[in-house]
């Protein structure tokens, strides 16, 4: 593990995403960049240290599918660190500056082990109190979250909003339209096969409705774009894989296990991870809060920011703050 001081001012986001959004002064927190080994690759982060409180507790935390810690996360991270909670937001293997070839991969598996190697850096680190961490997901990250608390003892709390939990439902809701069922079974195929040679397939995250992509929920395209950084060189595409990934990927089988606090937030108007699939896995977890907002996937970041993050800090106050 290695820590650099970073100065505290930000990387500059989409001027449309920044406007929806209010920010602490810089002058509440700092931040320093730590590099981390995940299975002999390196991962990079910045850890966000409140600026008037000692070993704090810490939520770790990394972006949802496709996506950078750069990308909206750093206005999350910053409202815990002005009200006393350090954040540690890191970038996935193959994203961002994190090491990884190809570019893109979403590989839950290699994505959990990351998480753990972050809480691992997190232990190891003075300036935060590690027997308060708390881990942090959305949609994708938002599953994996969870796969991590429900083995790992030494989480306190989890936060997740819109988790993708079931695989199995997503293949059903898939089954719908045989013909993009198909064309995405194809492309994981192609994908997976040509990568063992050096010629993977990739194709675009995010589209309009009707075209061929991972994401093309009225609005997605729109909101993801919005959020990405104007200095970024993020491309609008993963490797194929990722169809064959999601059928087989389901923490809801083991969210039961989960033996800390956790708070799960559904959108009722979430077209990308409908809010069953998150009321169901908070029905499993012995100790959780569950909160339906009339959101969408997207609106969490947008409209509905500060309803989300106003409950994600009490969730945080009233469970690894001793202060209150």
């Not at 996937?297 to 409209?303: D, I, K, L, N, T």
Request: with cysteine; glycine share 8%.
């Amino acid at each position: 593990m290695s820590e650099s001081a970073r100065p505290r001012g930000r990387r500059r986001p989409n001027a449309r995403a920044q406007q929806s959004l209010r920010r602490p002064t810089p002058e509440a927190y700092s931040t320093r960049t730590i590099e981390f080994d995940s299975d002999g690759e390196t991962c990079v982060g910045t850890l966000y240290l409140p600026a008037d409180v000692d070993t704090p507790p810490v939520v770790v935390m990394a972006p949802g599918l496709g996506m950078w810690r750069s990308f909206v996360l750093p206005a999350v991270a910053e409202r815990f660190a002005a009200a006393g909670f350090a954040a540690f937001v890191f970038d996935f293997r193959h994203h961002g500056d994190s090491d990884g070839e190809p570019r893109g991969l979403a590989d839950p598996a290699k994505q959990i082990a990351d998480y753990e190697a972050a809480i691992e850096t997190m232990i190891d680190t003075d300036a935060v109190d590690s027997n308060r961490l708390v881990l942090w997901g959305y949609s994708f990250s938002g599953g994996h979250v969870l796969s991590v608390a429900a083995d790992d003892f030494r989480v306190a709390g989890v936060i997740t909003t819109a988790p993708f939990v079931d695989g199995r439902q997503e293949l059903r809701r898939s089954l719908r339209q045989p013909k993009r069922f198909l064309r995405s079974t194809l492309a994981g195929l192609r994908d997976a096969v040509g990568a063992k040679v050096g010629r993977g397939h990739e194709v675009r995250l995010v589209d309009e409705p009707g075209e061929f992509a991972v994401l093309t929920a009225p609005g997605a395209r729109r909101a993801i774009l919005d959020a990405v950084d104007r200095d970024s060189d993020w491309v609008n595409r993963l490797p194929a894989q990722i169809f064959l990934a999601l059928p087989g990927y389901r923490p809801i089988t083991t969210v039961d296990e989960i033996r800390c606090p956790a708070l799960v937030i559904g959108g009722s108007h979430d077209q990308i991870v409908p809010a069953e699939g998150p009321a169901a896995a908070a029905d499993r977890i012995p100790e959780s809060t569950y909160i339906e907002l009339p959101a969408d996937h997207m609106s969490v970041f947008e409209a509905d920011f500060e309803t989300v993050v106003g409950h994600q800090l009490t969730f945080l106050r009233s469970t690894v703050d001793h202060r209150w």
